[in-house]
């Protein structure tokens, strides 16, 4: 985890802000309930950490179409650096898993679809 945490550094981000970031590339535009409910984390933490990335220039939050709505979405320099942070990512994961053998991965990867469709399906 530290090579993630060290990798995410770089770019002046933590590990819950790319999982908002990645989130938001994958889905899209969301509302700030959307991605508190879809990542499964309490709404005054998801708060803070948007309020964070706007400061950084990571994401934008409009008002929706409710006045209490808030739409959040990626920046044009979000999206422009989306591909070196997810390429960086990668070659921190490889050195993570590294030592597992073919085996193991093949089991991880296995774990790891079956949580994300039960996450999916809750």
């Known amino acids: 985890m530290k090579e993630l945490n060290d990798c ?3 770019f002046d981000l933590y590990s819950s802000q790319w999982t908002i970031l990645y989130t938001l590339h994958q ?3 969301m509302t700030q309930t959307e ?3 879809y ?3 309490e709404a005054p933490t998801t708060t803070r950490t948007l309020v ?3 400061k950084s220039g990571w994401i934008t939050r409009k008002t929706g179409k409710d006045k209490r709505e808030r739409v959040v979405d990626l920046t044009e320099t979000a999206k422009k650096k989306f591909p070196q942070i997810l390429a960086a990512i990668k070659v921190a994961e490889s050195s993570f898993l ?3 053998s073919e085996e193991e991965l093949h089991t991880l990867e296995k774990l790891l679809g ?3 469709i039960e996450r999916d399906e809750a």
Do not use: A, D, I, Y
């Open 98 to 100: 590294s030592n597992l």
């Open 35 to 37: 991605v508190w409910q």
């Open 27 to 29: 889905k899209g535009k």
């Open 114 to 116: 079956k949580l994300t």
């Open 52 to 54: 964070r990335m706007e």
């Open 8 to 10: 995410l550094k770089s």
């Open 39 to 41: 990542l499964k984390v």
